[in-house]
């Protein structure tokens, strides 16, 4: 069983920036296909960014390119997003997912997953 937890989430202001952190006790990320995905209230739940196991090959929303990273610590065995100029739509509980399989451009589908942390809250406000 894999258990993900999300970390890093909190208040910012608009522009600023947050970083969320993906863990995993017990098993190594480097052998899962990574994504985060976020929820607001009263939508469903967003593909954000996605990132592969076999060539780290990345997808992002149209609404987070430029602004948003996602990447690997190997040595922390932890997947990253960086978020950059933060705008009020990103409010939202952030979730990391992980899957075996490589998905590519349909990385940003939360029904192919299998495994899900617990999510993390990130608010956008003056």
């Known amino acids: 069983q894999v258990q993900l937890v999300e970390s890093g989430g909190g208040l910012v202001q608009p522009g600023g920036s947050l970083r969320l952190s993906c863990a995993a006790s017990?098993?190594?990320?480097?052998?899962?296909?990574i994504a985060w995905f976020r929820q607001a209230p009263g939508k469903e739940r967003e593909g954000v960014s996605y990132i592969g196991n076999t060539d780290d090959t990345t997808h992002y929303a149209v609404s987070v390119e430029g602004r948003f990273t996602i990447y690997r610590d190997r040595v922390k065995n932890k997947v990253y997003l960086q978020m950059n100029n933060l705008k009020f739509e990103d409010t939202a509980v952030y979730y990391c997912?992980?899957?075996?399989?490589?998905?590519?451009?349909?990385?940003?589908?939360?029904?192919?997953?299998?495994?899900w942390g617990q999510g993390t809250q990130v608010t956008v406000s003056s």
């Open positions: 017990g098993v190594t990320l480097d052998d899962y296909a």
């Open positions: 997912a992980a899957r075996t399989i490589p998905l590519g451009a349909l990385g940003l589908i939360a029904g192919l997953y299998d495994y």
